[in-house]
């Protein structure tokens, strides 16, 4: 946790999409501190017409390599989602060359009983997750 789902136009090879969500976990273990295995990604490419990211009129340019990050996770302070929107643009233009004009980001923010990583179980109820 948390969960990432990252949205962006068909076009990428399969190792352009490996080390971008390669780069994605590095800001999120570093900027949540989350543990390294803690990693849920889903990657969607979507033929071009049918993800539309525009500027909000902002005036900030996009480019096809675009992407939305819906990032979905227990409550996180202020202070870690800033770092994580920093840290997630330095790694994305360090490793894959997207430019931080081109990161979207939503944070979704739910509690601890709308998990279950497997079993039937909500474990952050349990106790077998903190």
Known sequence: MPLIKIDALEGRSPSEVTALLDAVHRAVVKAFH??????????????????????????ISRTEQALIITVISKKR??????????ELTE?????VSIAPSD??????????ADWSFGNGEPQFLTGELA
């Open 103 to 112: 990161v979207v980001v939503a944070v979704v923010e739910n509690s601890a």
């Open 34 to 59: 989350v543990p390294v295995r803690d990693r849920y990604q889903v990657y969607q490419a979507h033929p071009k017409g049918f993800l539309i990211i525009q500027d909000t009129g902002l005036n």
């Open 77 to 86: 302070d202020e202070i870690l989602k800033r770092r994580f929107y920093q």
């Open 91 to 95: 790694q994305l233009a360090g490793s």
